[in-house]
Nanobody, 123 residues
Framework: QVQLVESGGGLVQAGGSLRLSCAAS????????MGWFRQAPGKEREFVAA????????YYAETVQGRFTISRDNAKNTVYLQMNSLKPEDTAVYYC????????????????WGQGTQVTVSS
């Protein structure tokens, strides 16, 4: 059974940085895409970034392009989201999720989800 565990959230001032981690276990992930999504209160869950596990291709939402970087450590089965130049509008619960074989930015296309980690950016 796949398990995804996020960590690294917290409270940071605008302009600051945080690095989120998502540790994956339960099977091999060579042909998967790991995505990061976020959900703010009263809003729908939205795509943030994704990475192809075996090759490392990356994808970003326009709202975070140039500020966030997704990466992975295959040996640790862990995906990271480095978030720089944070803004108050980045405040949300951040989730990592897995999708097999093909890239998608749609949350309903991802089958396995972590529990989420809160990121709060103060102005």
């Amino acid at each position: 059974q796949v398990q995804l565990v996020e960590s690294g959230g917290g409270l940071v001032q605008a302009g600051g940085s945080l690095r989120l981690s998502c540790a994956a276990s339960g099977r091999t992930f060579s042909n998967d895409y790991m995505g990061w999504f976020r959900q703010a209160p009263g809003k729908e869950r939205e795509f943030v970034a994704a990475i192809r596990w075996n090759i490392g291709n990356t994808y970003y939402a326009e709202t975070v392009q140039g500020r966030f970087t997704i990466s992975r450590d295959n040996a640790k089965n862990t995906v990271y989201l480095q978030m720089n130049s944070l803004k108050p509008e980045d405040t949300a619960v951040y989730y990592c999720a897995l999708r097999r074989t093909y890239y998608s930015s749609r949350s309903d296309q991802y089958s396995d989800w972590g529990q989420g980690t809160q990121v709060t950016v103060s102005s």
